[in-house]
């Protein structure tokens, strides 16, 4: 059994609580929120012993084997270092840092501590991107070379702090389809992107809020050996199909991605000899966005090696970082980070 504490109890942690509930593996012992009523609500809600309005004080007054980050974007930074320091492994919400220096100290006092850090999201856990990796490694469609990939909302009707800086739409959302190409085709090269502020301005939990992140962005991404993708994300998008929101186009077919890669609904694959589309996966046996905590719970539990990697993540984070820095520049700009492949 995997002791758990929670930092942040906003809307997601309901969500997290509700499957670590689940969990054979995993034991919450605690929550953390600035705002005591906001703790207290959960607490009472999923029948937690213990809750704490500082950080400081939960991590030395609790005992505990793993944090779970459920804070604002622009607090995960502190908060991560806090815990790894203290010797708990993390988990933290994405991203797990807003810049590359701080990835790199994060990763290196976990390092030094001896603990793990890991980051949201999990698609790689997911049986739809499983099958899809599968398929591409078999070339069942060929050699692929061109994918792309989009999602989108409105914008979040709460937490003004994703509209300010080190917010955004690439941090929020473009951070799931930039996991999932980077997974399935390999780490990015270089970048070039192109974003901006449609909305200049959002009412956002009864007041009136300038925005100073981008709401929209379209990135691409050069993988090497003329391998190039596309994702396009925002806070700009009205309702739209979620058929094929991502696309992997070979040389001999496509296999498309049926629902989000945080919600998948199963895979389509062209299948050459029947000359039709053919729907496989469409089983995704519970997976949700959502189960982070009761994942690596039963990995921490049982010596399995998590297909989440901080490799991965930082990977992702550069990616985005450069998209930022491409679009101001115009500019393509290099990617370094590598990272190994354990779901291939």
Request: overall charge negative; aromatic content about 10%; some cysteine.
């Amino acid at each position: 059994m995997i002791r758990v504490a929670i930092v942040g109890c906003g809307s997601v942690s309901r969500h997290y609580l509700s499957d670590l509930k689940t969990c054979e593996y995993a034991q919450v012992v605690a929550l953390c929120d600035v705002v005591e009523e906001r703790a207290r609500e959960r607490a009472e809600q999923f029948g937690i012993p213990r809750i704490f309005t500082d950080l400081d004080e939960m991590l030395s007054q609790c005992e505990f084997e793993m944090l779970i980050n459920l804070t604002p974007m622009q607090q995960h930074y502190p908060v991560n270092l806090k815990a790894l320091q203290a010797g708990k492994h993390v988990l933290s919400e994405k991203p797990f840092a807003t810049t590359l220096d701080e990835a790199r100290t994060l990763i290196e006092t976990a390092r030094r501590h001896g603990v793990n850090l890991w980051a949201a999201p999990t698609v790689v856990t997911s049986p739809a991107f499983q099958c899809m990796a599968k398929l591409l490694a078999q070339k069942a469609v060929g050699d692929v070379y061109v994918a792309r990939a989009w999602y989108g909302h409105g914008g979040p009707s709460w937490g003004p702090w994703f509209y300010q800086k080190g917010g955004g739409c690439l941090f929020d959302l473009g951070v799931y389809n930039i996991t999932t190409l980077t997974g399935l085709l390999g780490p990015a090269k270089s970048v070039t992107a192109l974003m901006g502020t449609a909305i200049k301005e959002r009412f956002i939990e009864g007041q009136h809020v300038k925005v100073e992140a981008e709401d929209n962005a379209i990135v691409l991404m050069d993988h090497g050996n003329g391998v190039l993708s596309c994702v396009m994300t925002g806070f700009v998008y009205g309702p739209y199909h979620d058929e094929r929101t991502i696309e992997l186009v070979g040389t001999k077919g496509s296999i498309n991605l049926l629902g989000w890669d945080w919600a998948p609904k199963g895979v389509e694959i062209w299948d050459a000899e029947a000359g039709t589309w053919k729907v496989i996966c469409e089983d995704q046996k519970g997976y949700k966005w959502y189960q982070g905590g009761s994942y690596l719970a039963w990995c921490l539990a049982t010596g399995e090696k998590p297909l989440m990697t901080i490799e991965h993540a930082f990977h992702v984070l550069e990616v985005m970082l450069a998209a930022k820095k491409a679009a101001e520049t115009g500019q393509r700009v290099e990617v370094h980070s590598q990272f190994s492949a354990p779901w291939l």
